[in-house]
């Protein structure tokens, strides 16, 4: 049996296909085609499928929403699997009191907070103004206006070595932009959040304040969101503009003129001019203040200059 075919008996025909271009599926709207895509849509396809690539020694990239991620324009080698149809979600919560929320690794933020927002729950307003997926958050202990995941997530169950592993949150190894599976692997499928009870109008206009908060200052161009991570005592965007290159452009790619710590796609940006602009980026604010700025956005399909670095 071919190795396709065999994807074939573990997803249905709709949710496995070959030679996909991959700006449909992230929000930079750039990248190659992926080999092979597939959308498994339970853990038990996800542990196959990662079994089959093992066995068959095919090269595996997991996505979530595509939401912090660049492409490469040569593409991704081997099986792309997007965790979207991960998309399981349940709420247990009694009024005034602790509740928790389990859901999939596919499970949008904005959803996942909403979810929280119905039922009375505070802790995740700051999610709803975050693009992607609950995997995704997890994996990079995502966060905004002060708040992280790290702070309401009390369990992850991941797959590692073909087992489920269920890992407490204070076990995770959670910092800024970063956890304990970005160093030893595994695939996170599922998580838990423990809220606190509070009042849906309350968390509502929160969450209306922090998205009038980020339209106000972050671009509505495709991006992945910000472009490097901030550098111990300083900001990121501050050291772009005071280096004058908000607004600089290469190719089609561009430092936003409203947040310059978003490079966003024109409109026929490719994967290299983004990365070029990055590494121009990041010589110019090292000349002016002696920081190297570290990308934020993980870049999928080959390596960049800023990669041999150091």
Same mark, same amino acid.
């Given at each position: ?21 991959? !700006? ?11 080999? /092979? ?69 596919? /499970? ?33 202990? !995502? ?45 996170? /499928? ?21 998205? !009038? ?98």
């Amino acid at each position: 049996m071919t190795f396709i075919k065999a994807l074939r008996t573990i997803v249905p025909a709709n949710a496995l296909f070959t030679i996909e271009p991959m !700006a449909k599926h992230t929000s930079f709207k750039i990248g190659g085609v992926a080999d /092979v895509l597939v959308k498994p849509s339970s853990v038990n396809e996800m542990e196959r499928i990662l079994a089959l690539c093992d066995k068959n020694k095919i090269p595996l990239t997991l996505l979530g929403e595509g939401s912090n991620v660049l492409i490469a324009d040569e593409g991704i080698r081997g099986v792309t699997i997007l965790t979207t149809a991960l998309n399981h979600l349940s709420v247990e919560a009694q009024p005034n009191e602790i509740g928790y929320i389990k859901v999939g690794a596919g /499970v949008r933020l904005a959803k996942l907070a909403e979810a929280a927002c119905k039922n009375n729950l505070q802790g995740l307003e700051f999610a709803q103004a975050i693009p992607g997926s609950v995997g995704g958050a997890v994996y990079m202990n !995502a966060g905004a206006y002060g708040h992280d995941i790290a702070e309401v997530c009390v369990s992850v169950t991941i797959l590692q070595n073909g087992k489920l592993v269920e890992i407490a949150g204070k076990d995770m190894g959670f910092d800024y932009r970063t956890s304990r599976v970005q160093h030893e692997g595994g695939v996170i /499928v599922e998580a838990i959040f423990r809220l606190l009870p509070g009042k849906e109008e309350d968390i509502r206009n929160e969450m209306a304040r922090l998205n !009038a908060m980020r339209r106000e200052k972050q671009p509505f161009e495709p991006s992945a969101g910000s472009t490097f991570k901030r550098p111990p005592g300083f900001f990121a965007g501050k050291l772009i503009q005071d280096a004058g290159l908000m607004g600089y452009k290469i190719g089609g790619a561009q430092v936003s003129k409203k947040h310059a710590g978003f490079v966003i796609n024109t409109g026929d940006a490719t994967a290299d001019d983004i990365c070029n602009l990055m590494d121009t980026v990041r010589k110019h604010v090292f000349e002016m203040a002696g920081v190297w700025l570290e990308p934020e956005v993980e870049i999928i399909g080959r390596k960049y200059p800023w990669e041999q670095e150091q």
